[in-house]
């Protein structure tokens, strides 16, 4: 009896722990399979919107306009509009224009800055007044997303005003403060409105319009149109210009992950079109009449640089420039300005005074070299 209980020890004993190393490896198994059924999901889920989103674009053209013009991402955020000098812009005033009914936009106004105690504690009327004084204005366009407070933005008002510019800025409808909806019909408008009521108040100051990026779009409609009634500007500035929003769309780094989906244009880009959004750049040069100076930095990720000299190449044999100045500056890619952040080029004076004739001095003679 104790030789069959040895017998029965011995032959139990190894038993016990092999099943439970086969329940281990069960349990292994089970999870392995268990992440690979949720993985399998998320990648088919993935996938799923991967191929919707073409499709919901192309049913809802207004996701599209929305993606172009960004007004809804506000940045920076929780800054009052109200108060540039909150951004350090001691030496502006805001206002508030209405381009049309229902329709208000919130404008900054930066005298020079060798005004700058002179602008203290100064109310609207005494800007007003100011913009009929020997310093030449810009009126600057800026691009999509933000508000007329974007740091890059402000950055490039302080510099501008250093130079002895007026710098007048605003915000499309839709955008910041500013009230209407967007579209490239009413944002072109309210340049003009923007540019008509400086010019009202300016004399024979020469007034420059800078456009940025998607503002760029609005700066060659605003143009073509005041060239068209014969009241063109006395200079065009393109930062980072595209030709056109189709072709800007397609270069976009967001496009990339459908640039070779089966009917990229009829999903993506016919929406646009279907929109009224064009911002042909390309299309308007031929039909615009003054100095023309495009800056385009190389490491543009956003607007490809190959676009900013395209649209110099449309421009230059232009019949309309016949007798005016079209300068194309480029910026190397080591001084890392990319989209954004050329107003940090120590070149910026020096392009804008000498070799494009913008000058910053009162002097009449300087202005006189645009043409």
């Not at 999901?41 to 919107?49: F, N, P, R, S």
Request: hydrophobic share 40%.
């Amino acid at each position: 009896c104790r030789l069959k209980q040895n017998l029965r020890l011995t032959g139990t004993g190894p038993a016990e722990p092999r099943c439970a190393a086969d329940a281990g490896m069960k349990r292994a198994l089970g999870r392995r399979k268990g992440l690979w059924l949720r993985l399998r999901k998320i990648l088919l889920c993935v996938l799923g919107l991967y191929i919707a989103i073409p499709f919901l674009i192309k049913l809802c053209p207004g996701i599209q306009a929305k993606l172009i013009f960004l007004n809804f991402v506000r940045v920076p955020y929780f800054i009052d509009l109200k108060k540039p000098q909150d951004q350090g812009l001691n030496h502006t005033c805001n206002y508030y224009l209405q381009p049309e009914e229902d329709v208000t936009v919130g404008v900054w106004h930066t005298v020079p800055a060798v005004w700058w105690k002179n602008a203290q504690g100064k109310d609207q009327l005494w800007y007003e007044d100011a913009l009929a004084s020997s310093h030449p204005i810009i009126l600057y366009l800026h691009g999509n997303a933000g508000t007329r407070g974007g740091d890059h933005r402000v950055e490039l008002y302080k510099v501008l005003s250093s130079l002895g510019y007026h710098v007048v800025t605003f915000d499309y409808r839709g955008w910041g403060d500013s009230v209407g909806t967007p579209s490239e019909r009413g944002m072109t408008y309210d340049a003009l409105h923007v540019f008509d009521w400086i010019k009202a108040r300016s004399g024979d100051n020469p007034v420059y319009i800078w456009g940025h990026s998607l503002g760029t779009g609005v700066a060659t409609n605003l143009v073509r149109r005041l060239c068209e009634r014969e009241t063109p500007p006395d200079a065009l500035i393109l930062e980072s210009p595209f030709t056109n929003i189709r072709e800007e769309a397609k270069s976009h780094p967001f496009s990339v992950i459908y640039r070779y989906f089966p009917g990229f244009d009829w999903f993506f880009l016919d929406p646009i079109t279907s929109s009224g959004i064009k911002f042909a750049n390309d299309e308007n040069v031929k039909h615009i009449s003054c100095p023309l100076l495009i800056l385009h930095a190389e490491d543009d990720p956003v607007v490809p640089f190959q676009l900013g000299r395209k649209l110099y190449s449309i421009a230059a044999p232009a019949r309309s420039f016949r007798d005016f100045k079209v300068q194309f500056v480029p910026f190397h890619s080591d001084l890392g300005y990319r989209h954004k952040y050329i107003y940090k080029s120590p070149e910026l004076p020096r392009i804008l005074r000498p070799q494009q004739g913008l000058a910053s001095s009162p002097d009449p003679s300087m202005c006189s070299d645009l043409v």
